[in-house]
């Protein structure tokens, strides 16, 4: 219907075909300014089949919104493609009594380029060929573990179809594939095809790797406190203190008998004692500090045993590591500092942190400062400081290998390059652990009650060995083995195990 001057109606027929018309008035022009418009624009009538579905879409606030109309009580499918081709479920609605209905795609934001949309009426079929979302990922086992393979698909009703390396699995028709206790002639590629009446599509495939079982090794036992681990040489250096004293001990990496190298590493304070917190072992000589923040001592040995020499002591302040021929160390909760590894004179190399946590390797230190919980980074060349991780909400602890920082933050796993720029997460856990290490293949990590290990690159952790609840207080890896202590019977029964690395 036209209404102005002059004023024009065309009775809808039944015998007009679905399509768009040109209205040519024979008087004047045909706009808004002088007619009223009722089911065209401009001058186009565009005739709908009876019962048709329109849509329209607007954006607004970071977010599309599209307009259903139809007839009341009309039952519809919302769909959204990227790419005109494969349509993914977006909402199922009724038209209600006033004829139209809006529904806001929760998917789409402002820097997508093209994103459609189509509704198709409830007896029209909605059905499309399932769409993988997320595909299953590849692991590697040990064998006799639990192994689960899963994915992510858009569409329904399902079948699912596993395979190993492209041959059908029998009776493995289920969205997930899981072995109970894998073996090494499980190892493959894996790929589901997920079908329906629509189509069907063949997941990428996933690999899995399976490494032969082995036993840990137990390399020295009987001892009282075994905690910081240390290797050199070909032998395993570690604390094993007592309530009021403090030793340092030695064994072979291959295990054997056990040697004490120093007792007496410790202070009294306020009616106790503050034994060996600390040790490293490098270039024939161990290091290490004892004491407490408020009255501290960093030392070194002969590995051989014999004398401790007594480098420096300080306050609010602990060791750091021993790089080239240089000592670095904390002290005054404000300061870096370094030292020949021999002993003598300090200087400072940065100031202005309450350095805790802390890593380091040939070319920077890096450390967790206590006031701001953030990550930072000293060039030992340069000695400027940069910030490596920021927008902590507790302190962390850290660990390097040749690529990168890692941190662990209340159980979680995070990483930077060394250079800089994104935080990745490769594990999320709640609560923090003492044992943490990196070869730059793996990231071996303590959980409750087991020792596990992730891909560098991120991935699905894949458990090592079990372990007593709360009984590791040292984790180190060398080319070959991964050690750790244990604890869980008491002092005098400590030990120290090793376990080849996947």
Known sequence: MVSGSPSLACPATTSSPAGAYEIVPSQGTLNASNYTFDHFVNGTLTVWPAGALKLSAFYSQGQVHCTVTGPADARFYLQASSDLEVWAPMATNTIPAGGSVTICDPDSSSNQDRRFYRAILAAESPLMPPVVIRQPDSQTAVAGSTVVFDLEVKGSPLAYQWQFNGVNIPGATSPTLQFASVQLADAGHYTVVISNAAGSVTSLAAALKVVPATTAVLIASALNNPSFLAIDGGNLFFADNTASDGIIKTVSQNGGSVAT????????????????????????????????????????????????????????????????????????????????????????????????????????????????????KCSLASGAV?????????????????????????????????????????????????????????????????????????????????????????????????????????????????????
């Not at 290998?401 to 930077?416: F, K, P, T």
């Not at 060398?478 to 080849?500: C, E, F, H, L, Q």
């Open 261 to 376: 190298l120093y007792n007496g590493v410790v202070l009294p304070e306020n009616g106790g004692y503050r034994c060996l917190g600390y040790l490293l072992a490098e270039g024939s000589k161990v290091y290490g500090h004892y004491g407490s923040y408020d009255n501290m001592n960093i030392f070194s040995g002969p590995e051989s045993g014999g004398t401790l020499t007594t480098l420096v002591s300080l306050r609010g302040g602990s060791l750091i590591g021993v790089i080239g021929n240089d000592l670095y160390y904390s002290m005054g909760f404000s300061t870096l500092n370094k030292m020949s590894k021999s002993g003598g004179a300090s200087s400072q190399v940065a100031s202005g942190y309450f350095i805790r946590g802390t890593a380091c390797d040939p070319e920077a230190i890096y450390f967790v400062d206590y006031s701001t919980r953030n990550v930072y």
């Open 386 to 502: 940069t910030p490596m991780i920021t927008g902590n909400t507790a302190e962390s602890s850290l660990f390097l290998d040749a690529q990168y920082l890692y941190q662990n933050l209340g159980g979680s796993i995070r990483r930077v390059a060394k250079s800089g720029g994104q935080t990745e997460t490769l594990f999320t856990g709640t609560t923090g652990y003492g044992g943490y290490a990196s070869d730059g293949t793996y990231v071996y990590f303590e959980t409750k009650d087991a020792i596990n290990y992730i891909p560098a690159g991120g991935g699905l952790p894949t458990q090592l060995i079990s372990i007593p609840p709360g009984s590791l207080t040292s984790l180190i890896v060398d080319k070959t083995s991964v050690y750790w202590t244990d604890i869980s019977a008491g002092a005098g029964s400590g030990n120290i195990w090793r376990m080849p690395k996947p």
